[in-house]
Protein backbone atom coordinates (compact mmCIF):
# COMPACT_ATOMS: atom_id res chain seq x y z
CA UNK A 1 0.00 0.00 0.00
CA UNK A 2 2.61 2.53 0.82
CA UNK A 3 4.33 1.89 -2.87
CA UNK A 4 1.09 2.46 -4.33
CA UNK A 5 0.38 6.03 -2.27
CA UNK A 6 4.03 6.76 -3.03
CA UNK A 7 3.38 6.62 -6.75
CA UNK A 8 0.64 8.79 -6.49
CA UNK A 9 2.42 11.96 -6.94
CA UNK A 10 4.48 10.67 -9.83
CA UNK A 11 1.13 9.52 -11.47
CA UNK A 12 -0.12 12.86 -11.14
CA UNK A 13 2.43 14.60 -12.72
CA UNK A 14 2.21 12.15 -15.09
CA UNK A 15 -1.16 13.20 -16.05
CA UNK A 16 -0.30 16.55 -16.19
CA UNK A 17 2.51 16.31 -18.00
CA UNK A 18 0.03 14.90 -20.98
CA UNK A 19 -2.84 17.11 -20.63
CA UNK A 20 -0.02 20.01 -21.00
CA UNK A 21 0.99 17.92 -24.24
CA UNK A 22 -3.00 17.28 -25.72
CA UNK A 23 -3.57 21.87 -24.73
CA UNK A 24 -0.64 22.20 -26.68
CA UNK A 25 -1.32 20.04 -29.40
CA UNK A 26 -4.80 21.00 -29.56
CA UNK A 27 -3.46 25.02 -30.02
CA UNK A 28 -4.84 25.80 -26.05
CA UNK A 29 -1.78 27.01 -24.87
CA UNK A 30 -1.84 30.05 -27.49
CA UNK A 31 -4.10 31.52 -25.41
CA UNK A 32 -4.61 29.99 -22.14
CA UNK A 33 -1.58 29.27 -19.06
CA UNK A 34 -2.40 26.95 -16.07
CA UNK A 35 -1.49 29.83 -13.62
CA UNK A 36 -0.97 32.88 -15.70
CA UNK A 37 -3.85 35.09 -17.70
CA UNK A 38 -2.65 35.00 -21.18
CA UNK A 39 -5.57 36.27 -23.89
CA UNK A 40 -7.80 33.64 -21.74
CA UNK A 41 -8.60 32.82 -18.23
CA UNK A 42 -5.58 30.93 -16.09
CA UNK A 43 -6.59 27.14 -16.08
CA UNK A 44 -6.54 27.35 -12.09
CA UNK A 45 -9.03 31.04 -11.75
CA UNK A 46 -11.25 28.34 -13.97
CA UNK A 47 -11.22 25.42 -12.02
CA UNK A 48 -11.89 27.68 -8.62
CA UNK A 49 -14.71 29.72 -9.93
CA UNK A 50 -16.43 26.27 -11.12
CA UNK A 51 -15.19 24.17 -8.39
CA UNK A 52 -18.27 22.41 -6.89
CA UNK A 53 -20.61 23.61 -9.84
CA UNK A 54 -22.11 19.97 -10.95
CA UNK A 55 -22.84 21.30 -14.50
CA UNK A 56 -19.55 23.05 -15.36
CA UNK A 57 -18.02 19.97 -16.98
CA UNK A 58 -21.14 20.51 -19.87
CA UNK A 59 -21.05 23.61 -20.37
CA UNK A 60 -17.53 24.01 -20.81
CA UNK A 61 -17.12 21.31 -23.17
CA UNK A 62 -19.71 23.24 -25.25
CA UNK A 63 -18.35 26.72 -24.35
CA UNK A 64 -14.71 25.14 -26.07
CA UNK A 65 -16.12 23.22 -29.07
CA UNK A 66 -18.55 26.60 -30.27
CA UNK A 67 -16.96 29.21 -28.97
CA UNK A 68 -18.36 32.39 -26.86
CA UNK A 69 -17.59 35.46 -24.78
CA UNK A 70 -18.70 37.36 -21.94
CA UNK A 71 -17.87 34.97 -19.08
CA UNK A 72 -14.08 36.31 -18.52
CA UNK A 73 -14.27 39.62 -20.35
CA UNK A 74 -15.02 40.98 -23.59
CA UNK A 75 -12.48 39.29 -25.32
CA UNK A 76 -13.84 36.10 -27.22
CA UNK A 77 -13.15 32.41 -26.98
CA UNK A 78 -12.76 30.94 -30.77
CA UNK A 79 -14.47 28.05 -31.63
CA UNK A 80 -12.32 25.00 -31.83
CA UNK A 81 -14.14 22.53 -34.08
CA UNK A 82 -10.88 20.98 -34.72
CA UNK A 83 -10.49 19.04 -31.62
CA UNK A 84 -12.13 15.62 -31.50
CA UNK A 85 -14.59 16.62 -28.82
CA UNK A 86 -13.53 13.66 -26.71
CA UNK A 87 -10.00 15.61 -26.16
CA UNK A 88 -12.56 18.52 -25.05
CA UNK A 89 -13.97 16.52 -22.31
CA UNK A 90 -10.68 15.36 -21.30
CA UNK A 91 -9.18 18.91 -21.09
CA UNK A 92 -11.50 20.15 -19.60
CA UNK A 93 -12.30 17.71 -17.07
CA UNK A 94 -8.25 17.66 -15.65
CA UNK A 95 -8.61 22.02 -15.92
CA UNK A 96 -11.32 21.52 -13.54
CA UNK A 97 -8.84 19.38 -11.22
CA UNK A 98 -6.40 21.39 -10.55
CA UNK A 99 -5.89 22.95 -7.44
Known sequence: M????????AMAANDDAAMLEL?????????????DKVTGPAWIDVAKRYRGDAG??????VKVRDGGSGAWGT???????RVPEENIRKLVSWILSLK
Open 2 to 9: AILLAATP
Open 23 to 35: ADKSRCTACHDVH
Open 56 to 61: ALERLV
Open 75 to 81: VPMSPNK
